[in-house]
């Protein structure tokens, strides 16, 4: 039995309409993550929490494009203009991915050469608990939806919000290290244990064939 032209513009309508409600609730959930983040980590002196927070933004501004982009399709933009968005949205996130990477491998250097302790933050511990919890389901449906609709740019910034979630592991691991038995070491370790994660993502954003590797 053959679906109708009907019933497949309606399903495809749906199918937009979830991945527009997705992505709009990972977006309304990291600026909430990257400001709480962002101050916890300068409260606390904390590069693994202050990283966290930077890498918020980098995932709501990739968030905010992948939005507009569904909007401009789901308004009757052409091919060539969806093709053009979704290339936009993996060179964007690679290079703030990258500048992340190096940022938090600096900072984490100094830490570590000057030995500054960063004092315990039990908001930064359940922040990275509550995206643990929140960030993977946000994922895996982006994934599905994405394969449905067969949006790149939909699966690269799908694959942002599992970066996510692997930074929560190394955040919680490294906060509450320092927190139990006071081992500020393990606050800039756990931030240099995201950079090859970042420089992997980086890269990816500019590969022709980046969208693939995040359902890999």
């Not at 962002?38 to 995932?59: H, K, N, Q, T």
């Not at 994405?146 to 699966?155: D, F, K, P, T, V």
Request: proline share 3%.
């Amino acid at each position: 039995m053959q679906t109708s032209p009907n019933t497949k513009t309606a399903s495809s309508h749906l199918l937009r309409r979830r991945a527009t409600w997705l992505v709009a609730s990972t977006l309304a959930y990291n600026v909430v993550e990257s400001v709480v983040a962002v101050w916890a980590g300068v409260d606390a002196d904390s590069i693994a929490l202050f990283g966290f927070g930077l890498d918020s933004v980098i995932e709501f501004s990739a968030a905010g494009i992948v939005l507009w982009r569904l909007l401009v399709e789901t308004r009757g933009a052409d091919a060539a203009t969806v093709a053009s968005n979704e290339r936009f949205v993996r060179r964007f996130v690679g290079a703030t991915f990258l500048l992340l990477a190096l940022y938090v491998t600096v900072q984490a250097a100094s830490t570590l050469v000057y030995q500054r302790a960063p004092e315990a933050s039990g908001i930064g511990i359940a922040l990275a608990v509550a995206s643990l919890a929140i960030m993977p389901p946000l994922a895996w449906g982006k994934i599905r939806v994405a394969r449905q609709i067969g949006s790149e740019a939909l699966l690269a910034e799908a694959k942002e919000t599992l970066a996510c979630s692997y930074l929560s592991v190394i955040l919680l691991l490294g906060l509450a290290a320092n927190a139990a038995v006071g081992w500020w070491w393990a606050d800039p370790v756990a931030a240099l244990l995201m950079v090859p994660w970042l420089i992997k993502e980086g890269r990816e954003g500019f590969s022709p064939h980046a969208a693939d590797a995040c359902t890999k």
